[in-house]
Protein backbone atom coordinates (compact mmCIF):
# COMPACT_ATOMS: atom_id res chain seq x y z
CA UNK A 1 0.00 0.00 0.00
CA UNK A 2 1.37 3.74 -0.97
CA UNK A 3 0.27 5.18 2.10
CA UNK A 4 1.57 4.66 5.51
CA UNK A 5 -0.62 3.44 8.30
CA UNK A 6 0.14 6.72 9.63
CA UNK A 7 -1.08 8.27 6.68
CA UNK A 8 -5.06 6.24 6.58
CA UNK A 9 -4.84 7.43 10.58
CA UNK A 10 -4.42 11.10 9.53
CA UNK A 11 -7.40 10.76 6.86
CA UNK A 12 -9.85 8.80 9.18
CA UNK A 13 -9.57 11.70 12.32
CA UNK A 14 -9.93 14.32 9.47
CA UNK A 15 -12.81 12.55 8.27
CA UNK A 16 -14.17 12.22 11.57
CA UNK A 17 -13.10 15.90 12.67
CA UNK A 18 -15.79 17.08 9.70
CA UNK A 19 -13.74 17.03 6.13
CA UNK A 20 -15.94 14.94 4.03
CA UNK A 21 -12.86 14.99 1.51
CA UNK A 22 -11.20 13.23 3.43
CA UNK A 23 -13.35 9.90 3.02
CA UNK A 24 -13.15 10.38 -0.24
CA UNK A 25 -9.28 10.03 -0.46
CA UNK A 26 -9.59 7.46 1.97
CA UNK A 27 -11.69 5.28 0.21
CA UNK A 28 -9.54 5.20 -2.47
CA UNK A 29 -6.27 4.26 -0.86
CA UNK A 30 -8.46 1.69 1.15
CA UNK A 31 -10.50 0.29 -1.81
CA UNK A 32 -8.38 -2.81 -3.14
CA UNK A 33 -8.04 -3.97 0.45
CA UNK A 34 -11.39 -3.17 1.51
CA UNK A 35 -11.73 -5.94 -1.56
CA UNK A 36 -9.99 -8.27 -0.21
CA UNK A 37 -11.71 -8.03 3.08
CA UNK A 38 -15.27 -8.42 1.07
CA UNK A 39 -13.79 -11.62 -0.92
CA UNK A 40 -12.66 -12.84 1.91
CA UNK A 41 -16.01 -12.99 3.67
CA UNK A 42 -18.21 -13.64 0.65
CA UNK A 43 -15.94 -17.38 0.25
CA UNK A 44 -17.63 -18.54 2.81
CA UNK A 45 -20.97 -18.05 0.72
CA UNK A 46 -23.03 -19.88 -1.78
CA UNK A 47 -21.49 -18.09 -5.37
CA UNK A 48 -24.46 -16.70 -6.28
CA UNK A 49 -25.01 -14.49 -3.03
CA UNK A 50 -27.56 -11.47 -4.34
CA UNK A 51 -24.58 -9.89 -2.43
CA UNK A 52 -21.27 -9.80 -4.24
CA UNK A 53 -17.86 -8.07 -3.34
CA UNK A 54 -18.32 -4.09 -4.29
CA UNK A 55 -22.51 -4.31 -3.23
CA UNK A 56 -20.41 -5.32 0.14
CA UNK A 57 -18.32 -2.76 -0.06
CA UNK A 58 -21.12 -0.17 -0.85
CA UNK A 59 -23.38 -1.08 2.36
CA UNK A 60 -19.90 -0.90 4.49
CA UNK A 61 -19.53 2.81 2.90
CA UNK A 62 -23.10 3.24 4.31
CA UNK A 63 -22.89 2.28 7.41
CA UNK A 64 -19.18 3.67 8.18
CA UNK A 65 -21.65 7.10 7.74
CA UNK A 66 -23.11 6.21 11.50
CA UNK A 67 -20.03 5.47 13.02
CA UNK A 68 -18.49 8.64 11.52
CA UNK A 69 -17.55 9.82 14.98
CA UNK A 70 -15.32 7.22 15.80
CA UNK A 71 -11.86 7.42 17.41
CA UNK A 72 -10.29 5.61 15.19
CA UNK A 73 -6.63 4.39 16.54
CA UNK A 74 -4.97 3.43 13.44
CA UNK A 75 -5.25 1.10 10.29
CA UNK A 76 -5.91 -1.58 12.00
CA UNK A 77 -8.87 -0.60 13.50
CA UNK A 78 -10.53 0.43 10.60
CA UNK A 79 -10.19 -2.48 9.21
CA UNK A 80 -11.34 -4.70 12.18
CA UNK A 81 -14.17 -2.48 12.15
CA UNK A 82 -14.86 -2.87 8.67
CA UNK A 83 -14.70 -6.56 8.84
CA UNK A 84 -17.24 -6.28 11.60
CA UNK A 85 -19.70 -4.96 9.76
CA UNK A 86 -19.41 -7.55 6.64
CA UNK A 87 -19.92 -9.72 9.11
CA UNK A 88 -23.17 -8.25 10.51
CA UNK A 89 -24.39 -7.24 7.05
CA UNK A 90 -23.94 -11.16 6.11
CA UNK A 91 -25.38 -12.44 9.28
CA UNK A 92 -28.55 -10.23 9.16
CA UNK A 93 -28.90 -11.07 5.69
CA UNK A 94 -28.66 -15.00 6.56
CA UNK A 95 -31.13 -14.62 9.33
CA UNK A 96 -33.69 -12.58 6.93
CA UNK A 97 -33.42 -15.28 4.19
CA UNK A 98 -33.45 -18.34 6.63
CA UNK A 99 -36.52 -16.68 8.81
CA UNK A 100 -38.30 -16.43 5.31
CA UNK A 101 -37.04 -19.73 4.24
CA UNK A 102 -38.11 -21.84 7.60
CA UNK A 103 -41.04 -19.61 8.93
CA UNK A 104 -39.01 -18.46 11.22
CA UNK A 105 -37.21 -21.29 12.79
CA UNK A 106 -33.72 -21.01 12.49
CA UNK A 107 -31.73 -24.46 13.07
CA UNK A 108 -28.12 -24.45 14.38
CA UNK A 109 -25.87 -26.63 13.03
CA UNK A 110 -22.42 -27.38 14.04
CA UNK A 111 -19.12 -26.10 12.69
CA UNK A 112 -16.18 -28.65 11.67
CA UNK A 113 -13.24 -28.36 14.17
CA UNK A 114 -11.59 -26.02 11.72
CA UNK A 115 -14.91 -23.58 12.40
CA UNK A 116 -15.73 -24.15 7.93
CA UNK A 117 -18.52 -23.59 6.42
CA UNK A 118 -20.01 -26.46 5.46
CA UNK A 119 -21.70 -25.86 1.98
CA UNK A 120 -25.22 -27.46 2.35
CA UNK A 121 -26.40 -24.01 4.40
CA UNK A 122 -23.93 -21.51 5.07
CA UNK A 123 -26.38 -18.67 6.35
CA UNK A 124 -27.50 -20.87 9.22
CA UNK A 125 -23.95 -22.06 10.66
CA UNK A 126 -23.17 -18.50 9.87
CA UNK A 127 -25.97 -17.41 12.24
CA UNK A 128 -25.04 -20.01 14.68
CA UNK A 129 -21.91 -19.21 14.96
CA UNK A 130 -22.72 -15.53 15.02
CA UNK A 131 -25.03 -16.11 18.37
CA UNK A 132 -22.08 -18.29 20.09
CA UNK A 133 -19.44 -15.39 19.38
CA UNK A 134 -22.17 -13.01 21.22
CA UNK A 135 -22.17 -15.30 23.71
CA UNK A 136 -18.30 -15.51 24.13
CA UNK A 137 -18.05 -11.50 23.97
CA UNK A 138 -20.22 -11.76 26.98
CA UNK A 139 -17.50 -13.07 29.33
CA UNK A 140 -14.53 -12.71 27.33
CA UNK A 141 -14.20 -9.54 24.75
CA UNK A 142 -11.21 -10.14 23.75
CA UNK A 143 -11.40 -13.50 22.45
CA UNK A 144 -14.69 -12.59 20.39
CA UNK A 145 -12.58 -9.84 19.25
CA UNK A 146 -9.77 -12.48 18.39
CA UNK A 147 -12.11 -14.54 16.57
CA UNK A 148 -13.54 -11.72 14.70
CA UNK A 149 -10.57 -10.61 12.96
CA UNK A 150 -9.09 -14.29 12.13
CA UNK A 151 -12.42 -16.23 11.18
CA UNK A 152 -14.46 -13.12 10.02
CA UNK A 153 -11.39 -10.66 8.75
CA UNK A 154 -8.67 -13.05 7.31
CA UNK A 155 -6.13 -11.26 9.70
CA UNK A 156 -3.14 -12.87 10.28
CA UNK A 157 -1.97 -13.75 13.91
CA UNK A 158 0.84 -11.19 13.43
CA UNK A 159 -1.79 -8.63 12.20
CA UNK A 160 -4.61 -9.85 15.41
CA UNK A 161 -1.76 -8.91 17.56
CA UNK A 162 -0.77 -5.50 16.34
CA UNK A 163 -4.56 -4.68 15.66
CA UNK A 164 -5.41 -5.30 19.55
CA UNK A 165 -1.74 -4.46 20.96
CA UNK A 166 -1.27 -8.22 22.50
CA UNK A 167 1.90 -10.31 21.69
CA UNK A 168 1.58 -12.89 18.87
CA UNK A 169 1.53 -15.63 21.73
CA UNK A 170 -1.34 -14.07 23.38
CA UNK A 171 -3.76 -14.15 19.95
CA UNK A 172 -2.44 -17.91 19.55
CA UNK A 173 -3.24 -18.99 22.65
CA UNK A 174 -6.38 -17.19 23.02
CA UNK A 175 -7.26 -18.08 19.34
CA UNK A 176 -7.11 -21.78 20.07
CA UNK A 177 -9.04 -21.44 23.70
CA UNK A 178 -12.04 -19.42 21.66
CA UNK A 179 -11.93 -21.97 18.73
CA UNK A 180 -12.95 -24.83 21.39
CA UNK A 181 -15.36 -22.89 23.37
CA UNK A 182 -16.87 -22.31 20.51
CA UNK A 183 -16.97 -25.60 18.91
CA UNK A 184 -17.81 -26.56 22.37
CA UNK A 185 -21.23 -24.28 22.25
CA UNK A 186 -21.83 -24.93 19.21
CA UNK A 187 -22.41 -28.95 19.65
CA UNK A 188 -24.09 -27.73 22.83
CA UNK A 189 -26.68 -25.34 20.32
CA UNK A 190 -26.68 -28.50 18.19
CA UNK A 191 -27.95 -31.14 20.64
CA UNK A 192 -30.60 -28.74 22.33
CA UNK A 193 -32.45 -28.49 19.06
CA UNK A 194 -32.50 -31.75 18.38
Known amino acids: MAVSSVGITTLLRAWRDGDDQALDRLTSIVYGELYR ?3 Y ?7 NHILQNTALISEIY ?6 RGTNWQDRS ?30 EQVPFDENLGVPAHDPGAELIALDDALHDLAAFDERK ?38 L ?12
Open 37 to 39: LAR
Open 183 to 194: LRELERGKKSGE
Open 144 to 181: SQIVQLRFFGGFSVEETAEALKIPKRTVEREWTSAKLW
Open 62 to 67: LQLGKV
Open 41 to 47: HMSRHKP
Open 77 to 106: HFFGVCSHLMRCTLTGYARSRLYLKRGGEA
